[in-house]
């Protein structure tokens, strides 16, 4: 300790001023303490625990961890914002909800709503009948382009012919009124003409014809029915 005084005769005053040096104690001055220490400044707990409360609360330790938690704040301050695993974020956002109606369109499909087969393929008839009555919706069995619209009392009578790509094709025959041109893009809810029995006919129906590169083919085997 130092001893400083100063005096002032003229005031009748004397000022003394003292400095005292603080003597750092043992218990401070270890970061790892030997149990002596250990049982002169802690009273409950078991040893280990009574080290690592000596070690976090010792002065030099809470400097160390404050100093590094400062920096990291400091370092992340300076970062940009995607850098952390977020983009900035955007506000008066307007999500709005629209509602687009779902529509599907069938790639194959029968021709008439109500499927009755009165004669099936056959060699000698490389086609299907297919039962109805006069006025009947037909449609093409697939999407395609009318290559061939024919008239006529015999034969086939009133008939369309479909393309469809891939050498595939579809006749309908025996109608009593056609809807559709040569040269039309047609799709599965086209109407192309009505079932009547027109050409050589015996009754209402609506004779079917599918052929692939040409060669007739069972239309049953490519329809869904």
Do not use: C
């Amino acid at each position: 300790m130092r001893k400083l005084i100063i005096g002032l005769p003229k005031y009748r005053l004397t000022v003394q001023y003292k400095i005292s040096k603080r003597r750092r104690s043992s218990v401070d001055e270890a970061i790892f303490p030997t149990p002596s220490i250990l049982r002169r400044k802690y009273r409950v707990g078991n040893y280990v625990a009574r080290f690592f409360r000596h070690v976090f609360e010792h002065k030099r330790i809470k400097r160390m961890l404050g100093a590094n938690i400062a920096f990291m704040l400091i370092a992340t301050s300076f970062m940009p914002v995607n850098t952390l695993g977020s983009g900035p974020i955007e506000e008066n956002t307007v999500i709005s909800e629209s509602q687009t109606p779902l529509t599907t369109k069938q790639a194959i499909q029968n021709p008439v709503e109500k499927m009755i087969i009165s004669q099936g393929y056959k060699f000698y008839h490389p086609a299907i009948d297919i039962d109805g009555i006069t006025g009947d919706r037909i449609e093409p069995i697939k999407a395609g382009k009318v290559i061939n619209v024919a008239y006529s009392k015999f034969a086939y009578g009133n008939s369309v012919i479909v393309d469809h790509g891939n050498n595939l094709t579809s006749l309908y025959a025996h109608l009593s009124k056609i809807d559709v041109k040569e040269g039309q893009i047609v799709d599965t809810d086209t109407k192309i003409g009505e079932m009547g029995a027109t050409g050589r006919s015996f009754g209402d129906h609506l004779h079917l014809e599918v052929r692939d590169h040409g060669i007739p083919i069972n239309p049953l085997s490519v329809l869904p029915l």
